[in-house]
């Protein structure tokens, strides 16, 4: 989870963006934004297949410490964003987002554990694709909805197709706060002006969250260097990367488009699950994931 998503900013006057700005502005405006979100979707999927690989080793919970406060410590230097002369509206939206990073993440990865990469993913799905729906007046908007439902009752444990159910379950919980991840992202985006330390101080908020879980869970495994690496590696291509290209994609793209090219995740997630996990999904399961993707392709299409 993303995947997962944010177009959360921060102060243009700290010095990590000013840095930035300095560096990438000339290369990076030559590049399609769209490459921005197709490299973030294949940096979040591959980040998910290194995760799971770890769960033998810390397990989901301690799997999302490492994940998280990684990629905290990662954005935190980039950024370095300023702790003082904060209003408490920043840092109510700093909070609020941490929490919701932390449960979004922790819910995923242990539905993760339970259940293929590609069906985490799908179900996950139904979080956002809520979000471009709600509200909407539209009979069109019901076909939608109807094909995602349709979808995750292909992969529910009663239709045949086999899954754990507490793994479906914390996945469509992870959709739930992704949609809240959604809604209090573009709070915190509106809160904080452009650059990227609303996001990293965030980080930092979903990495206290989780580190009595964490702990609890692996214990000092995670102090094990190896553990560490792979931590860093995950928190890299989980969090840092794939939040920056958003992070700089949104700024040149509606969010129509960027909601259109999102569509495309629970197959990449199916894709990296085979191809690197060894995941097979079978014909019902791969109906489920082209349900949810064409709901979500349409329902944000029209917009």
Request: proline share 6%; with cysteine; aromatic share 8%.
């Amino acid at each position: 989870m993303v995947t997962h998503r944010s177009d959360a900013v921060g102060s243009p006057g700290e010095s990590g963006v000013v840095a930035n700005q300095r560096v990438f502005p000339p290369i990076s405006s030559r590049i399609p934004p769209s490459s921005y979100i197709l490299l973030s979707i294949m940096s979040v999927q591959f980040g998910a297949t290194l995760a799971k690989r770890l769960f033998l080793i810390a397990g989901p919970s301690g799997t999302v410490l490492l994940r998280i406060a990684m990629g905290a410590l990662l954005l935190l230097a980039l950024w370095r964003p300023r702790l003082t002369g904060r209003s408490w509206q920043e840092w109510r939206a700093v909070l609020f987002f941490g929490m919701t990073l932390a449960a979004m993440n922790w819910s995923f990865y242990n539905a993760l554990a339970r259940v293929p990469l590609g069906v985490a993913v799908t179900i996950e799905f139904v979080g956002p694709l809520g979000v471009a729906v709600a509200g909407s007046r539209r009979m069109l908007d019901i076909l939608w909805v109807l094909l995602a439902a349709s979808g995750i009752v292909l992969l529910a444990p009663w239709s045949g197709a086999g899954w754990n159910p507490e793994g479906i379950v914390l996945a469509l919980v992870a959709g739930g706060f992704w949609a809240l991840y959604i809604l209090l992202g573009a709070h915190l985006g509106r809160v904080f002006p452009p650059g990227g330390s609303g996001l990293a101080l965030a980080m930092a908020v979903a990495a206290i969250c989780v580190l009595p879980v964490g702990i609890a869970s692996a214990g000092t495994v995670l102090l094990s260097p190896l553990v560490l690496l792979a931590g860093l590696g995950i928190g890299l291509f989980s969090s840092a990367i794939p939040y920056s290209l958003e992070t700089a994609a949104l700024r040149r793209v509606p969010p129509r488009v960027f909601g259109i090219l999102m569509s495309l995740e629970p197959a990449a997630g199916a894709l990296f699950g085979y191809l690197i996990l060894g995941e097979h999904l079978g014909i019902q399961s791969l109906v489920a994931l082209v349900l949810v993707s064409c709901a979500a392709l349409g329902a944000t299409a029209r917009r």
